[in-house]
């Protein structure tokens, strides 16, 4: 009844034909209550074992809780410890400086050979493309752990060939300084990810229609202005989208730090990541109750990041239906 | 846009440079599982060495991988099936049907997508404990149910290719609604549903915070954990043992993406696209 009245208000009278053409398959509209029954397992497993958790979490993060004994409401001081907390904020500051070390390059390897990829003629494009996706796949655990052995001192690999070139004299400690173990971990995430974000980026750009850059051209514009003036606007959703979700991923970064320095954050506590010390403080320190206000907390961080991506996903699906 | 033969040389070197990258750590991964720990540590090689069987012997005796590895493939597996079929299931829900709560629901799966895992682990781990879950593979299992994101990718695809005068087709001809789904969609969805499949498969056989928090009993460990064990040993590293247990998780992922590195390729760039 509701919807009649508002189709008689407002909406054009083509609307109201098709509403009244749809009444008139009487079989589907029964039918349709079975979308409900198709939707219920997803729904059910969420609330279950996503909902939940993150409710449980959000109650043990206003209690005292040891893992052991039952948890003790405390009300706030979770939370006010961890506004203040020089750990969190110290692990914040690291998190996003090992981000912007490995995401910097990764975009700019990301752009290029997207650009390369899209506007050129390449043999072996195929191979390529897999081979940069490939190290995305692959167990952080295991990359991480390889990475330690490349890097290890005084033997690894990379000391190796250091040495055996004369580039340097005496083999490096590279993770007990602090820039080269976060540019080290930059640069492992720089490895792992510049394949998937050029994927994303070409994607975007093999949707710009090629009859835009023909009528620039006509007009006189060379490379440098069709980038900038036709290129670059036009994939600023996948751009948009590349950055925050490398953003997100970033700031929840934990498995390579935590392997490389097992568990520890050496050098200087400078590798600890807010993942990190999230987790130390449960399962090292047995102290769930703050760990579950750190976890909240970071997520405060993220939905505001996170919530210009979602409103953008829903603007365009209002757009384009 | 056509570029001159001096400029098509520097853009291959660069590219093959890059490809040498983004490969190389892994070719010497796979050498050094052939080499013993002495040889590794005293010089760098691009030929196979001998010692692979005995890496093999010294990793086995410190920790049971082949153990892990059947628990990641028995665990990696039955995600994968159960993130395939219900994902499926929950995108033609939103695609053949009109239904009241249809639009909330599809903004609920893409406000999940952007929910962090860390915001449940501490109540996932209490709630496990509780129902005497840990150390079991059904807390690493049964949430692949809800997988927002395979649900949000074969639902952009089923818009496209699931016609509403097929299923009607279906009905006039007496089939039931679950009847439909299984036998006509699926086959419709796989193309679909195949590269999410490869996708869950990886995440879960890659997953290691939630192993790492639920898992105890080292007779249950995953790869990834096992990997752990072997990077923390430090006080006698066996590291020829380590790369060929680095290269047990790594290789099987290796060869599942180059035999279908196009369906995932284009998998992502589809979803991209869409973004």
Redesign the interface.
């Known amino acids: 009844m509701g919807k009649s009245a508002q189709v008689s208000k407002g909406h054009p009278p083509g609307m109201q034909k098709e509403i009244s053409v749809k009444r008139g398959k009487k079989g589907r509209i029964d039918k349709n209550r079975y979308g409900l029954f198709f939707l219920a397992p997803f729904f059910i497993a969420f609330l279950i074992f996503g909902l939940y958790p993150i409710l449980y979490t959000l109650y043990l993060s206003f209690t005292s809780y040891d893992g052991f004994n039952n948890p003790v409401f405390i009300g706030m001081k979770n939370y006010t410890k961890v506004f203040t907390d020089p750990l969190f904020y110290e692990a914040l500051k690291n998190t996003v400086i090992m981000w912007v070390i490995g995401a910097v390059p990764q975009f700019i390897f990301a752009f290029l050979l997207a650009a390369v990829f899209t506007y050129n003629k390449v043999r072996g494009k195929g191979i390529f493309r897999a081979i940069y996706y490939l190290p995305r796949l692959v167990t952080a655990v295991s990359i991480s752990a390889l990475f330690n052995q490349f890097l290890s001192y005084p033997s690894g690999i990379v000391n190796q060939l250091l040495t055996s070139l004369n580039i340097v004299g005496e083999p490096v400690n590279f993770l007990s300084s602090v820039p080269f173990a976060q540019g080290s971990i930059g640069l492992i995430h720089w490895w792992m990810f510049y394949g998937n974000t050029m994927i994303m980026v070409m994607a975007g750009m093999t949707a710009i229609s090629p009859s835009l850059y023909e009528a620039a051209k006509v007009d006189g514009a060379n490379g440098w202005n069709l980038f900038w003036k036709i290129t670059f606007p036009l994939l600023r959703p996948v751009t948009a989208f590349v950055f925050l979700n490398s953003l997100v991923g970033g700031l929840q970064s934990f498995d390579v730090q935590q392997i490389l320095t097992g568990g520890l954050g050496a050098p200087q506590g400078k590798l600890m990541t807010v993942v990190m010390y999230l987790y130390n403080t449960a399962f090292k320190y047995n102290n769930f109750g703050y760990s579950a206000a750190i976890a909240y907390y970071l997520f405060f961080f993220i939905a505001i990041f996170a919530s210009f991506s979602v409103m953008g996903r829903l603007k365009e699906g209002r757009e384009s239906s | 846009?056509r570029?001159k033969p001096v400029k098509?040389t520097v853009?291959y070197i660069?590219?093959i440079a890059?490809?040498i990258?983004?490969?190389f750590?892994?070719y010497?991964?796979i050498i050094?599982a052939t080499r013993s720990t002495g040889d590794i540590?005293?010089?760098?090689s691009l030929i196979p060495g001998k010692s692979i069987a005995d890496n093999f012997g010294e990793m086995q005796s410190r920790v049971d991988v082949l153990k892990a590895f059947r628990n990641s493939l028995v665990v990696a597996l039955s995600s994968t099936a159960l993130t395939c079929y219900?994902?499926a299931?929950?995108a033609?829900?939103?695609t053949?049907?009109?239904?009241k709560?249809?639009n909330t629901?599809f903004?609920?799966?893409?406000?999940?997508m952007?929910?962090?895992?860390?915001?449940?682990?501490?109540?996932?781990?209490?709630?496990m404990k509780g129902m005497n879950l840990l150390n079991s593979f059904i807390?690493l299992i049964?949430?692949s149910?809800?997988s927002?994101t395979t649900?949000f990718f074969i639902k952009q695809y089923a818009e496209t290719a699931l016609s509403r005068s097929i299923i009607?087709s279906a009905?006039i001809d007496g089939a039931g609604?679950f009847k439909i789904?299984n036998k006509m969609a699926l086959p419709i969805l796989a193309p679909a549903i195949f590269t999410m499949g490869i996708n869950s498969f990886?995440t879960s056989?890659?997953n290691?915070?939630v192993p790492?928090?639920l898992l105890s009993d080292t007779k249950k460990f995953t790869?990834?954990l096992v990997?752990?064990i072997?990077?923390?040993d430090t006080q006698d590293p066996s590291?020829g043992a380590?790369?060929l247990c680095?290269a047990i998780?790594?290789v099987p992922?290796?060869i599942v993406?180059?035999l279908f590195?196009?369906y995932?390729?284009d998998g992502?760039?589809?979803?991209?696209?869409k973004?």
């Open positions: 846009m570029i098509k853009m660069f590219l890059l490809a990258i983004s490969f750590p892994f010497v991964m050094n540590l005293s010089g760098f219900f994902s299931m929950t033609y829900g939103l053949a049907y009109d239904f709560l249809k629901a903004t609920a799966i893409l406000v999940i952007m929910i962090p895992p860390q915001l449940s682990v501490i109540g996932f781990f209490k709630f807390p049964l949430p149910i809800a927002a649900v009607e009905r609604e789904f990886v056989w890659n290691y915070l790492l928090i790869l990834p990997i752990r072997f990077n923390a590291v380590m790369y680095i998780s790594i992922v290796m993406f180059f590195s196009r995932i390729i992502i760039g589809a979803g991209g696209e973004e």
